[in-house]
């Protein structure tokens, strides 16, 4: 098969209608297709067996179904899985299940590497290398819904319930295919997920976030981790760009859905935005804004020259914010031990991945965004 061919899981439902157009095929064949691949969870063009022998043939010499091809599974001691995937063109992303009562979630990445390059975060080490295409975005949750029911964890046809856009990579910096993945993984004939359980998360791509919520009815994600620009700048370098005034404007301007807040996304990092003085100009921040900070005690990276906050301040930061009316939670951090934490994404073992020099000898380490 030839890689360069396009990628049937791209396709949007619309998109799909007109590829069966243009074969000269029945209507009604789109949403036999569509349904194959993203509700039966179908691997193979053979698979459909309800498609005509001919039909498959022409599907097969016109697109690929190939899109990830599993590298690893890591499986940690709280239920956390992390796969690794390869691209065809042999790029590594990854991808973290995390179930909890009552939700499955998994974190998808949309890039390989990313080009904002927050200083805490593993993935932000390795630069950008591309945008995955809609088809690789989706084809993680098609990949790990196949083998969640293999493991017998959940019931078919999709144990997922809830996807985060926070793995590996800005998803704004992605937004057409994005845009063309979330179409997919909504849409009633494919996995339809529903808009309020799917979180898209961005470090704060102010031109792109109007138009986002726009376009999209999804949940979104604001990455702030600090709360003065010359802090946040030292964290996230895009600060510069888009300091807090203009993030917070925009998030006041979001064409926000009834009844939906903005989540707020605040990793605390030790002795470096975990004062009560944060904690104050944090609440006085988002005041207006239909929100809720999401507290992230940061998991250590040993080589970015962070450490996690202490116990004792990660409550008071809470307690600091709840006596000022926001809401706010702590987030456990989920699958340390298997580098699937927030700030740990980094394709282990891959050409991009600074754990190898590490191990080389030459300690510098990496992780998933919370932003991305
Ligand atoms: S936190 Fe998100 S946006 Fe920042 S470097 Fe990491 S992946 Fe990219």
């Known amino acids: 098969m030839e890689p360069s061919l396009p990628d049937l899981r791209s396709l949007s439902r619309g998109e799909m209608d007109g590829l069966v157009a243009r074969l000269g095929e029945k209507p009604y064949r789109a949403r036999q297709i569509f349904r194959w691949l993203h509700q039966k969870g179908a691997a193979t063009l053979d698979e459909m067996s309800d498609l005509p022998a001919a039909l498959r043939e022409r599907l097969g010499a016109e697109l690929r179904l190939d899109v990830l091809a599993r590298a690893e599974e890591r499986r940690s001691v709280d239920g956390t899985i992390k796969w690794t995937w ?45 945008n995955l295409t809609a088809g690789e975005i989706v084809d993680q949750v098609s990949r790990v819904n196949r083998r969640l029911l293999e493991l017998g964890e959940g019931a078919p046809p999709r144990p997922l319930t809830n996807l985060v856009f926070m793995g590996m990579g800005e998803p704004l910096h992605n937004y057409a295919n994005v845009k063309a993945a979330l179409d997919v993984l909504l849409s009633e004939d494919g996995p339809n997920f529903s808009n309020r359980h799917v979180t898209v998360s961005t470090s704060g791509i102010v031109p792109e976030m109007r138009r986002f919520g726009e376009e999209t009815d999804v949940k979104l994600a604001v990455s ?74 940061y998991n250590e990276n040993p080589g970015l020259g962070f450490r996690a906050p202490d116990p004792a301040r990660v409550q008071a930061f809470q307690d600091r914010l709840v006596a000022a009316s926001v809401t706010a939670v702590v987030r456990r951090n989920r699958g340390s031990d298997i580098a699937a934490a927030c700030g740990q994404l980094a394709a282990e073992g891959g050409p991009g991945d600074p754990r190898r020099r590490e191990r080389a000898g030459t300690a510098t380490l990496t992780g998933r965004g919370s932003a991305g």
């Open 224 to 297: 702030l981790n600090a709360t003065t620009d010359e802090a946040r700048s030292a964290l996230m370098p895009l600060n510069r760009r888009w300091p807090l005034g203009e993030l917070l404007a925009a998030c006041r301007d979001f064409p926000m859905k009834r009844g939906r807040r903005i989540t707020f996304e605040y990793v605390l990092l030790g002795g470096v935005n975990d004062s009560d003085e944060d904690a104050v100009r944090l609440s006085r921040l988002v005041k207006g804004i239909p929100a809720k900070v999401n507290l992230i005690p």
């Open 86 to 130: 390869r691209t065809q063109d042999g790029k590594l992303i990854e991808s973290v299940y995390m179930p909890e009562p009552g939700r499955k979630t998994l974190c998808v990445s949309t890039q390989a590497g990313c080009a904002v390059g927050c200083t805490f975060c593993m993935t932000g080490t390795m630069g950008l290398s591309r």
